[in-house]
């Protein structure tokens, strides 16, 4: 029996064998996508032009960072990134720390806080379509009746719509952001705080000297999955303006998608993917390499 | 006693700030909420109508019979169901196995990580061409077929993270005993764990139930899914409102099953295991 337990050669036999039905399917299905996006990239396809693919080694690769649209959807879900990140972390951390304390119903708030999170996108997407309507939306309604503004088009004007679609993204996400930072502040021992309070700091100091670095490996984790699914954002785009007005909204997927699906160049679109992957592999080897160091 | 009486002001602050922030995240939810009970003619009113004057469920009725939308609910549901099915089986033995025996190292780390890391829409184009060539456009294989890129890694990430909370000593105490290996999985690791998978399960539902690029595109009319059903019915040169809004929140139930029931695992599930929260 203990030599049965001890068994190395067993142990990895049985281990494989549980774990092999799983990677097998994973490997079916992305081997072809891979082969497909990388040969492709290499090759002039377009469905609309009845001619047959022809070898066109690098140009759809140089033709990528030529692409004045593609900058454009770089540069839109830059924004969306840098300035999605930036609010939902402070707001989320101004949530975290009112979560953070002894109060009635606080099981009840934070139930209520989580339900954007997991709403269907399209279903938020037109939610906001509706809150946005410039006529008789309730957005436009309040913002009157406060005399705040006359009344603004939310999707329909090309300087404001990418920030419409960042409202969506704050109101959907914020409340992820705050719950991983109050699992973090919750993480820290109260003897922490005490020692500070013993050493005379005031609550800003230990809020600055203590707290926020304690918390740095959740911000980390926070801006590495935002990273990730901004990066990929397209169903809000899709809902609310399609990437419109023009194309001040479109997004690195949404672009993508148009590229394939409405002008059907099979050999652009999979140098553009082949890209985006290669953008995210640096994010994931980044992923891997601060989780390794945590555990 | 100042002090005190400081303090109280003080949480009184605090509170009136987080019922404001409360605010204005439910109030997008609230807002679909109404929605559904409204007349055509009170949408397009000004001031807007902040509070329902019709309690029927005239609109749910209109939007799941008369125009078709209980065929995408089915759909979505067999989809979301048999994908969840399939992956969570797989996901049980992989999660167990990579967790319990750490083979495969950081390549089989990173791959399983990149997949979920990676962009959907860098496979549509060669899924749509492959479902294409084997005529599964507008099928349920394909769309349960290519939900598994995302959830499958997913899934076995999420009940590693819960195998991975196990003390290794508990199987090897049934091994002693004369179990099988797979004896010791079955009776002693599995029920342990069952509540990670019920959890990933969940999610994977979710997520599946959610989904909306793939379903856009390898979908027309007999595979159409809610989201996309919904998305239809927002294109049409007349948006109807109150449908779109009876058929949301049939579209939310599940999520927010998931948030209420499951609150203490959601950032568990969202993290991939990485926070335990």
């Keep these: 029996m203990a030599d049965k337990t001890?068994?190395?050669?067993?142990?990895?036999?049985?281990?494989?064998?549980?774990?092999?039905?799983?990677?097998?399917?994973?490997?079916?299905?992305?081997a072809p996508i891979l082969f497909y996006i990388l040969k492709n990239s290499f090759y002039d396809i377009t469905l609309t032009v009845p001619r047959p693919p022809e070898f066109v080694g690098g140009a759809n690769y140089a033709a990528v960072f030529k692409d004045t649209r593609f900058l454009n959807a770089l540069k839109n879900t830059g924004i969306?990134?840098?300035?999605?990140?930036?609010?939902?972390?402070?707001?989320?951390l101004?949530?975290?720390?009112?979560?953070?304390?002894?109060?009635?119903?606080?099981?009840?708030?934070?139930?209520?806080?989580?339900?954007?999170?997991?709403i269907t996108p399209v279903v938020a997407g037109f939610n906001w379509r509706m809150i946005y309507n410039e006529h008789f939306g309730p957005l436009n309604f309040?913002?009157?009746?406060?005399?705040?503004?006359?009344?603004?088009?939310?999707?329909?004007?090309?300087?404001?719509?990418?920030?419409?679609?960042?409202?969506?993204?704050?109101?959907?996400?914020?409340?992820f952001v705050a719950l991983i930072l109050l699992a973090g502040l919750q993480s820290i021992p109260k003897q922490v705080y005490e020692a500070s309070n013993v050493d005379g700091a005031t609550p800003v100091q230990t809020f600055f000297r203590v707290t926020l670095p304690l918390l740095k490996p959740m911000f980390i984790l926070v801006i590495l999955f935002r990273t990730i699914w901004i990066f990929k954002i397209f169903d809000p785009v899709y809902i609310l303006t399609g990437g419109g007005p023009g194309t001040s909204t479109e997004t690195l997927s949404v672009y993508t998608y148009v590229e394939g699906f409405r002008y059907?160049?099979?050999?652009y679109t999979s140098a553009l993917a082949v890209v985006q992957l290669m953008m995210m592999t640096v994010v994931a080897s980044v992923f891997v390499r601060l989780m390794k160091r945590k555990g | 006693m100042a002090k005190e009486e400081k303090k109280k002001h003080k949480e009184l602050l605090y509170n009136i700030l987080l019922i404001v922030i409360i605010a204005f995240f439910m109030f997008p939810v609230y807002w679909i909420f109404v929605g559904a009970f409204k007349f055509k003619g009170q949408f397009f009113h000004y001031p807007p109508v902040f509070f329902p004057t019709m309690?029927?469920?005239?609109?749910?009725?209109?939007?799941?019979?008369?125009?078709?939308?209980?065929?995408?609910?089915?759909?979505?549901?067999?989809?979301?169901?048999?994908?969840?099915?399939?992956?969570?089986?797989?996901?049980?033995?992989?999660?167990?196995?990579?967790?319990?025996?750490?083979?495969?190292?950081?390549?089989?780390?990173?791959?399983?990580?990149?997949?979920?890391?990676?962009?959907?829409?860098?496979?549509?184009t060669p899924l749509f061409t492959m479902f294409r060539m084997m005529h599964l456009i507008d099928t349920y294989p394909a769309l349960i077929w290519s939900y598994m890129l995302f959830n499958l890694p997913f899934a076995i990430w999420l009940i590693k993270s819960f195998v991975e909370d196990l003390p290794e000593e508990i199987e090897m105490a049934a091994l002693v005993d004369g179990y099988s290996r797979f004896k010791a999985f079955?009776?002693?690791?599995?029920?342990?764990?069952?509540?990670?998978?019920?959890?990933?399960?969940?999610?994977?539902?979710?997520?599946?139930?959610?989904?909306?690029?793939?379903?856009?595109?390898?979908?027309?009319?007999?595979?159409?899914?809610?989201?996309?059903?919904?998305?239809?019915?927002?294109?049409?040169?007349?948006?109807?409102?109150?449908?779109?809004?009876?058929?949301?929140?049939?579209?939310?139930?599940p999520s927010i099953v998931l948030v209420v029931a499951f609150q203490k695992y959601l950032i568990r599930g969202l993290t991939f295991g990485a926070v335990k929260g």
């Design chain 1, 6 to 30: 001890s068994s190395y050669a067993g142990q990895r036999r049985f281990a494989m064998l549980m774990g092999i039905p799983a990677l097998i399917v994973l490997l079916i299905l992305v």
């Design chain 1, 264 to 267: 059907w160049r099979i050999g």
């Design chain 1, 80 to 92: 969306l990134l840098v300035l999605g990140i930036s609010i939902q972390s402070i707001l989320g």
């Design chain 1, 142 to 175: 309040i913002l009157n009746a406060l005399h705040i503004s006359e009344g603004i088009s939310w999707t329909a004007d090309p300087s404001v719509a990418l920030y419409s679609i960042l409202i969506v993204d704050i109101w959907q996400w914020t409340p």
């Design chain 2, 55 to 124: 309690f029927s469920l005239a609109n749910f009725k209109a939007v799941l019979v008369q125009l078709g939308g209980m065929r995408s609910v089915l759909n979505s549901l067999i989809v979301a169901g048999l994908n969840t099915l399939i992956a969570t089986v797989l996901a049980i033995f992989a999660g167990y196995s990579i967790g319990r025996y750490k083979w495969g190292g950081d390549n089989l780390s990173f791959f399983i990580l990149s997949l979920l890391f990676a962009p959907p829409v860098v496979a549509v």
């Design chain 1, 94 to 118: 101004i949530i975290a720390l009112l979560l953070n304390r002894d109060f009635r119903f606080k099981r009840l708030a934070i139930t209520l806080l989580a339900i954007p999170i997991m």
């Design chain 2, 186 to 253: 079955r009776k002693v690791t599995l029920p342990l764990i069952l509540p990670g998978v019920v959890v990933s399960a969940l999610f994977v539902f979710v997520f599946a139930w959610n989904e909306f690029l793939f379903a856009l595109i390898f979908t027309r009319f007999n595979a159409v899914t809610l989201p996309v059903f919904i998305s239809g019915l927002i294109g049409g040169h007349e948006i109807k409102w109150g449908l779109l809004s009876a058929l949301s929140i049939i579209a939310s139930i």
